[in-house]
């Protein structure tokens, strides 16, 4: 089993910038890679962004490429988003998951999730 616990969401204005924090605990050398999800009211659960345990790769959906950035302190088997140039359609429900996959963007890919943290992006 491993456990997630994300932190560090909130209230941003468009333009800003806000970290969100993902700490993994359990049997964490189990998960190849380390992603992020997000769910907006009413939609489907959409890939945001991936990194690997080993090599660092990293992999991101369109809509936030060169605005988000994933990294990842193994030591402390934590994994972070770096949310920049926020949006008004950046408002979700932001999800942490692990999975055994390598580098995968798909849901059914990943095998723990974190209880979510809301960002929410409005004036």
């Known amino acids: 089993q491993v456990q997630l616990v994300e932190s560090g969401g909130g209230l941003v204005q468009p333009g800003g910038s806000l970290r969100v924090s993902c700490a993994a605990s359990g049997r964490t050398f189990t998960s190849n890679t380390m992603g992020w999800f997000r769910q907006a009211p009413g939609k489907e659960r959409d890939f945001v962004a991936a990194?690997?345990?080993?090599?660092?790769?990293?992999i991101y959906a369109d809509s936030v490429k060169g605005r988000f950035t994933i990294s990842a302190d193994n030591a402390k088997n934590t994994v972070y988003l770096q949310m920049n140039s926020l949006k008004p359609e950046d408002t979700a429900v932001y999800y942490c998951a692990v999975g055994r996959s390598y580098g995968g963007t798909r849901s059914i890919e990943y095998d723990y999730w974190g209880q979510g943290t809301q960002v929410t992006v409005s004036s």
């Open positions: 990194i690997t345990r080993i090599g660092g790769i990293t």
